[in-house]
């Protein structure tokens, strides 16, 4: 049984945070996907891509500014200055939104493979279950296998971190930070996207819209070269929907965005995100961590605000703790 002496379960912008901050401790990622990002996800249509999770982040923390400013210097992030919008009943009205956005580049992935650089991380390793050991962990994954270690922690979306820590009094936390679904769908367009008076546009929040929440033009964002329309349903929406097969919500939401934005498309996939954001993101934690045994701590963005920097401050924050307890 291998012995480790960090485990990190989850390869988000949460766990990279934490392992980045603990490397010369032998900490050690375990991730069920193939790569590292989470949510800063792209996926393959052809010879390009398309970020189907975050499309942008931004900054308001000076601790994740250095990393954003590390980012942008080795090219793994750009700004992204989108002309906005927002839906109205009657259309689209353009906003005065002047925000500064990034965007990894030429994907999302690519900031967190920037994140990833030189950490340990066993990827398609699907930890199940965590159990108290002695004085430490075990870990068991659904093949079976087994390690051990003296400190963990879990950066799962909170229901995934209920179901791994069933030993523990997870079921405040499981209560009271919620997440809500979206469904993604990518759809190829030669439409431009644009307000009622005709001016174009690069993005559009959904507002009050009962069915779509954000629309992204792809070739608005740096380094990108495709004619992709990205579009993120209203969580209320993906959850009545969230049993449905990918094909049946990919058509109703072509039909949303023909009938609100008047582009047409054909639709390249939908992504069902089953734990996408905090469902209130004004519900944080002190810190956005909690420590739940003398050595296994939870953090993730659902836990300060659910943004991309919420991500990346709560695993700053455990990794620090680990440090001074140290």
């Known amino acids: 049984m291998r012995h480790l002496n960090i485990a990190i379960i989850g390869a988000g912008v949460a766990g990279l945070a934490v392992a980045s901050r603990l490397a ?4 050690v990622i375990f991730e069920k996907s193939r790569g590292p990002g989470g949510r800063l996800a792209s996926k393959r ?33 750009k700004p992204w200055n989108p002309r906005m919008g927002y839906l109205t009943t009657q259309g689209i009205d353009s906003s005065p939104d002047t925000q500064l956005r990034f965007v990894g580049t030429p994907y999302m992935n ?8 030189g950490l340990q991380i066993e990827t398609e ?29 879990v950066t799962t979306p909170v229901n995934q971190m209920s179901d791994l820590l069933t030993g523990f009094e997870t079921k405040a936390i499981s209560d009271r930070f919620l997440m809500d679904p979206t469904w ?33 033009m792809e070739r608005s964002k740096p380094g990108r070269e495709n004619n992709f329309v990205v579009i993120q349903s209203n969580p209320d929406w993906a959850a009545k929907h969230i049993g449905q ?6 058509d109703v939401l ?27 993101p004004s519900v944080v934690s002190q810190k956005g961590i909690f420590q739940v045994d003398d050595g296994l701590w939870i953090a993730g963005d659902y836990l300060f605000g659910g943004r991309v920097e919420g991500a990346y401050l709560s695993g700053l924050e455990v990794a620090e703790r680990l440090l001074k307890s140290l």
């Not at 930890?127 to 003296?150: D, P, V, W």
């Not at 097969?245 to 990919?250: G, I, M, N, W």
């Not at 949303?256 to 209130?280: C, M, N, Y």
């Open 110 to 117: 690519a900031f967190g493979r920037f994140l990833a650089d």
């Open 45 to 77: 249509i052809g010879p390009v891509r398309a970020d189907i999770g975050a499309q942008f982040f931004t900054v308001r923390d000076g601790r994740f500014q250095s990393v954003v400013d590390a980012g942008l210097s080795f090219g793994a992030i």
């Open 254 to 280: 072509c039909d949303a965005v023909r009938q609100r934005t008047g582009i047409i498309g054909e639709p390249l996939l939908a992504h069902r995100w089953s734990f996408a954001r905090p469902k209130d």
């Open 245 to 250: 097969t990918a094909e049946s919500v990919a």
């Open 125 to 153: 390793v699907r930890i199940a279950n965590i159990q108290k050991r002695n004085n430490g962990y075990q870990l068991t994954t659904t093949k079976h296998e087994e390690f051990t270690a003296n400190k963990v922690i």
């Open 24 to 27: 010369s401790m032998d900490a």
């Open 184 to 216: 993604t769908l990518v759809m190829k367009t030669e439409s431009q996207l644009q307000d009622r008076g005709g001016t174009p546009l690069d993005a559009c929040f959904g507002g009050d819209d009962p069915v779509i929440d954000f629309i992204s």
